[in-house]
């Protein structure tokens, strides 16, 4: 066990791939020379060479069209996309080739590809700089979609996912690069669409992944104190989504809440409440609850950027809600 | 720190609801001092601090409803420094409930608020039951339609739910309410223009419950005609030149002491049911059944063999006004061992009243009529008034209920027996 930050957790993870997997290769908008936007990379152009350590132009269809090609043909790349919000313009080459192919060509062959992009706001990035679009992907079957929330499931997811035959859109985030955990030392991988019962609690869940997951511990760890026995469930990986250890959750506690940083409409929230209606209805003592962002373009100003994003005083407001409506007690 | 719990106020209740809180988190509190009011199945009661302290945090809001012995609040000792008080159960009233018809969750203007999922509101036509309370009601044999909400918009939520199994209540109230009562969803059907819904204040659901498990009692009812020419000519001479028309004495309190003499001499009418054996009251309470806004209270006359007509009389008139008021203590609702229903002052001639568990009968008196009866042979204009005993028959028979009446009878035809 030693304490990494999230960053560092995924720099070791990458470099260690390479070591082990002579096939793992990187491909991205400066990864090399420049060391990625967000130092992921760093020290890898040096330590692997640019075969290994691919920069490339601006032209996120290019290069990720370049991946799926070879993949394919049995390479391993680790593709890094800025922000999940350029990915937009490598949306058919995810959606409608690598997300397809082992399907259309009856599984002959496979997409070993691995797409690492952050997402988030509350940067002031600006509207079109701050999104959390994953449940786009999250949406298209033949992908898989992970989130991890902490440095230990950054590092167990990434290797799962470098190690995966099918092709992962590994969601980062641009607040979590800084925190801080407890990684495992030991090799070991987390298997992809399995959540994680962040904490235990009795009282009522709260389904959450990447920041929000952070969050929503956070916020229990405050309510505990009070006696009140909030359990966090950290979804992990949005594809395949683990619907059966959110429905076991919610069939304990009757009480659910989903916080998301995505927009309220057709989010994740959205789904995770239809699982829980099939999973548990004959469980529910009131109605599944979301806190998600304003639906707007994320405002550029920062006390406007703060006020769109859900936050752990709204997360607060609605479970002290959900409670009270359902004559919680001590 | 210590619980405030919710005490038992009186011999028949279950729980209570809080009708309102007289002091606030944060608040000193000294022993015996009025902290809260309580709505119980028979009137409102004030709650006492039991010590000194600080009112640290309210468990149970106003309007909401707590089982016997629950915690309602919690009370830190003298000087404690009381927790921040968030987490106080609103009543559904104050719930911020945005007005909408359907469980739509997207805000109007998506761009004034926070992407936050609305608090679905319950539409307030139809009774509402969450999954998990419905699923819970189901396992335990329980109707949810006897079981009354406490959730948004009266939606029956877990807690009432465990409330119920907790006193059975629900489960007696399902044997006793025949079938298409219990449906749902009638309410929700029939509810538009046509129909007002009107929800149920605790005394109405109340006297409900206690009227339904009467109705399971196997009862018969026996009718006898009193000549009341004497009983009225003895009330005119009592009151004659009595100028304060307070102090004037009813045909009810001269039936309430003729009931009582008559009960002493009668001690098998005077009991009750209890399972596997009887109960027989020493004592006789006569309990005065007296319509209140929202439903039914029976104040009770203790002791009335003992109290002269008049103490009997100003008695009952102080009752009754505070029964009007909802201002009944404990010691004037409890204890009832007979109870007598008079409706001749709304013309009504004769009807059958419904027993008052656990007691074992009960008297309906109708109003005093010139009618023509026959006397020494002869038809003559006089005045007569049916009273019906309506009798729990696990506890008595025909023949006891009969020598009963036929004494109250003589009673009330020759009036000094009353007094005498």
Same mark, same amino acid.
């Not at chain 1, 683990?242 to 429905?247: I, K, N, Y």
């Not at chain 1, 994320?298 to 005083?313: I, V």
């Not at chain 2, 009601?137 to 329980?142: K, N, T």
């Not at chain 2, 008079?342 to 009960?362: E, K």
């Given at each position: 066990?030693?304490?990494?930050?999230?960053?560092?957790?995924?720099?070791?993870?990458?470099?260690?791939?390479?070591?082990?997997?002579?096939?793992?290769?990187?491909?991205?908008?400066?990864?090399?020379?420049?060391?990625?936007?967000?130092?992921?990379?760093?020290?890898?152009?040096?330590?692997?060479?640019?075969?290994?350590?691919?920069?490339?132009?601006?032209?996120?269809?290019?290069?990720?069209?370049?991946?799926?090609?070879?993949?394919?043909?049995?390479?391993?790349?680790?593709?890094?996309?800025?922000?999940?919000?350029?990915?937009?313009?490598?949306?058919?080459?995810?959606?409608?080739?690598?997300?397809?192919?082992?399907?259309?060509?009856?599984?002959?062959?496979?997409?070993?590809?691995?797409?690492?992009?952050?997402?988030?706001?509350?940067?002031?990035?600006? %509207?079109?700089?701050?999104?959390?679009?994953?449940?786009?992907?999250?949406?298209?079957?033949?992908?898989?979609?992970?989130?991890?929330?902490?440095?230990?499931?950054?590092?167990?997811?990434?290797?799962?996912?470098?190690?995966?035959?099918?092709?992962?859109?590994?969601?980062?985030?641009?607040?979590?690069?800084?925190?801080?955990?407890?990684?495992?030392?030991?090799?070991?991988?987390?298997?992809?669409?399995?959540?994680?019962?962040?904490?235990?609690?009795?009282?009522?869940?709260?389904?959450?992944?990447?920041?929000?997951?952070?969050?929503?511990?956070?916020?229990?760890?405050?309510?505990?104190?009070?006696?009140?026995?909030?359990?966090?469930?950290?979804?992990?990986?949005?594809?395949?989504?683990?619907?059966?250890?959110?429905?076991?959750?919610?069939?304990?506690?009757?009480?659910?809440?989903?916080?998301?940083?995505?927009?309220?409409?057709?989010?994740?929230?959205?789904?995770?409440?239809?699982?829980?209606?099939?999973?548990?209805?004959?469980?529910?003592?009131?109605?599944?609850?979301?806190? %998600?962002?304003?639906?707007?373009?994320?405002?550029?100003?920062?006390?406007?950027?703060?006020?769109?994003?859900?936050?752990?005083?709204?997360?607060?407001?609605?479970?002290?809600?959900?409670?009270?409506?359902?004559?919680?007690?001590? | 720190?210590?619980?405030?719990?919710?005490?038992?106020?009186?011999?028949?209740?279950?729980?209570?609801?809080?009708?309102?809180?007289?002091?606030?988190?944060?608040?000193?509190?000294?022993?015996?001092?009025?902290?809260?009011?309580?709505?119980?199945?028979?009137?409102?009661?004030?709650?006492?601090?039991?010590?000194?302290?600080?009112?640290?945090?309210?468990?149970?809001?106003?309007?909401?409803?707590?089982?016997?012995?629950?915690?309602?609040?919690?009370?830190?000792?003298?000087?404690?420094?009381?927790?921040?008080?968030?987490?106080?159960?609103?009543?559904?009233?104050?719930?911020?409930? @945005?007005?909408?018809?359907?469980?739509?969750?997207?805000?109007?203007?998506?761009?004034?608020?926070?992407?936050?999922?609305?608090?679905?509101?319950?539409?307030?036509?139809? @009774?509402?039951?969450?999954?998990?309370?419905?699923?819970?009601?189901?396992?335990?044999?329980?109707?949810?339609?006897?079981?009354?909400?406490?959730?948004?918009?009266?939606?029956?939520?877990?807690?009432?739910?465990?409330?119920?199994?907790?006193?059975?209540?629900?489960?007696?109230?399902?044997?006793?309410?025949?079938? @298409?009562?219990?449906?749902?969803?009638?309410?929700?059907?029939?509810?538009? #223009?046509?129909?007002?819904?009107?929800?149920?204040?605790?005394?109405?659901?109340?006297?409900?419950?206690?009227?339904?498990?009467?109705?399971?009692?196997?009862?018969?009812?026996?009718?006898?005609?009193?000549?009341?020419?004497?009983?009225?000519?003895?009330?005119?001479?009592?009151?004659?030149?009595?100028?304060?028309?307070?102090?004037?004495?009813?045909?009810? #309190?001269?039936?309430?002491?003729?009931?009582?003499?008559?009960?002493?001499?009668?001690?098998?009418?005077?009991?009750?049911?209890?399972?596997?054996?009887?109960?027989?009251?020493?004592?006789?309470?006569?309990?005065?059944?007296?319509?209140?806004?929202?439903?039914?209270?029976?104040?009770?006359?203790? #002791?009335?063999?003992?109290?002269?007509?008049?103490?009997?009389?100003?008695?009952?008139?102080?009752?009754?006004?505070?029964?009007?008021?909802?201002?009944?203590?404990?010691? #004037?609702?409890?204890?009832? $061992?007979?109870?007598?229903?008079?409706?001749?002052?709304?013309?009504?001639?004769?009807?059958?009243?419904?027993?008052?568990?656990?007691?074992?009968?009960?008297?309906?008196?109708?109003?005093?009529?010139?009618? @023509?009866?026959?006397?020494?042979?002869?038809?003559?204009?006089?005045?007569?008034?049916?009273?019906?005993?309506?009798?729990?028959?696990?506890?008595?028979?025909?023949?006891?209920?009969? $020598?009963?009446?036929?004494?109250?009878?003589? $009673?009330?035809?020759?009036?000094?027996?009353?007094?005498?």
């Amino acid at each position: 066990m030693s304490e990494l930050s999230y960053r560092q957790a995924l720099h070791d993870t990458l470099r260690e791939e390479m070591l082990r997997d002579e096939s793992v290769f990187l491909i991205g908008e400066e990864i090399g020379v420049f060391e990625g936007s967000y130092k992921i990379t760093a020290g890898l152009l040096a330590e692997f060479g640019p075969r290994r350590v691919r920069d490339t132009p601006i032209c996120e269809e290019g290069f990720v069209g370049a991946a799926i090609g070879a993949a394919m043909l049995g390479l391993r790349p680790v593709v890094e996309i800025m922000t999940i919000n350029f990915s937009l313009l490598a949306i058919d080459q995810i959606v409608n080739h690598a997300a397809k192919i082992h399907a259309m060509f009856g599984g002959q062959v496979s997409v070993p590809m691995v797409i690492r992009t952050p997402g988030g706001g509350g940067q002031q990035l600006g %509207a079109s700089h701050s999104q959390n679009i994953e449940v786009y992907y999250a949406h298209a079957p033949g992908l898989k979609v992970v989130t991890p929330a902490t440095p230990a499931d950054a590092k167990g997811l990434l290797r799962a996912a470098i190690r995966d035959d099918d092709p992962v859109l590994f969601v980062e985030n641009l607040s979590l690069y800084n925190t801080k955990g407890e990684v495992p030392d030991e090799t070991g991988r987390i298997e992809i669409g399995k959540a994680a019962v962040a904490k235990e609690g009795r009282d009522i869940t709260v389904v959450a992944y990447s920041r929000a997951a952070v969050i929503a511990l956070d916020v229990a760890r405050r309510l505990e104190a009070e006696g009140i026995s909030v359990e966090v469930i950290d979804l992990r990986s949005l594809r395949p989504l683990d619907r059966e250890t959110v429905c076991a959750s919610v069939r304990k506690t009757s009480r659910a809440v989903v916080l998301e940083d995505d927009w309220l409409s057709f989010g994740v929230g959205a789904e995770i409440a239809a699982t829980i209606q099939e999973g548990a209805f004959d469980y529910l003592d009131a109605p599944v609850r979301r806190v %998600a962002a304003a639906e707007v373009p994320l405002p550029y100003a920062k006390p406007l950027e703060n006020a769109a994003l859900p936050n752990a005083d709204a997360l607060i407001k609605v479970i002290r809600e959900i409670l009270d409506d359902t004559r919680y007690q001590r | 720190m210590a619980d405030i719990i919710m005490p038992r106020l009186s011999d028949t209740m279950e729980e209570g609801t809080i009708a309102r809180w007289l002091k606030q988190p944060g608040d000193q509190v000294s022993r015996g001092e009025v902290i809260a009011e309580i709505d119980t199945d028979k009137a409102t009661m004030d709650l006492e601090a039991y010590e000194d302290g600080v009112l640290e945090r309210i468990l149970v809001g106003e309007g909401s409803t707590a089982p016997i012995g629950q915690a309602i609040a919690s009370l830190a000792g003298p000087g404690g420094t009381p927790a921040p008080a968030a987490t106080v159960a609103q009543a559904p009233a104050s719930a911020p409930a @945005p007005a909408v018809s359907a469980p739509s969750a997207a805000p109007e203007n998506p761009a004034a608020s926070l992407g936050t999922s609305d608090r679905p509101v319950a539409p307030t036509s139809s @009774p509402l039951s969450s999954p998990l309370a419905r699923s819970l009601a189901r396992r335990h044999g329980l109707e949810i339609a006897n079981i009354v909400g406490s959730g948004p918009g009266g939606r029956i939520v877990r807690a009432d739910v465990e409330a119920a199994i907790g006193d059975g209540r629900a489960a007696v109230a399902a044997m006793a309410t025949p079938g @298409p009562l219990a449906t749902p969803s009638s309410g929700a059907e029939r509810a538009g #223009d046509d129909v007002e819904i009107v929800p149920l204040g605790n005394l109405r659901r109340r006297t409900a419950e206690r009227l339904s498990i009467s109705a399971q009692v196997p009862h018969f009812s026996l009718t006898s005609v009193v000549d009341a020419e004497r009983l009225v000519a003895f009330r005119g001479e009592v009151n004659r030149g009595l100028d304060d028309s307070t102090k004037k004495i009813s045909v009810t #309190d001269l039936l309430v002491k003729a009931c009582a003499t008559v009960l002493r001499g009668n001690p098998e009418i005077n009991s009750s049911w209890d399972g596997d054996k009887l109960l027989r009251y020493r004592r006789i309470n006569i309990g005065l059944a007296v319509a209140v806004p929202d439903g039914l209270a029976v104040p009770v006359v203790h #002791d009335a063999d003992r109290k002269s007509v008049r103490e009997i009389s100003a008695e009952s008139r102080a009752l009754a006004e505070r029964a009007r008021q909802g201002k009944l203590s404990l010691n #004037d609702i409890g204890g009832g $061992t007979f109870t007598i229903s008079n409706l001749g002052m709304f013309g009504i001639d004769q009807f059958t009243a419904v027993l008052n568990p656990p007691q074992a009968a009960i008297l309906a008196v109708g109003a005093a009529r010139s009618e @023509p009866i026959v006397r020494d042979g002869a038809v003559v204009a006089g005045t007569t008034m049916k009273l019906t005993l309506s009798v729990d028959h696990r506890v008595l028979d025909g023949a006891t209920a009969a $020598t009963f009446l036929a004494e109250l009878c003589a $009673t009330l035809e020759n009036p000094l027996r009353i007094v005498v």
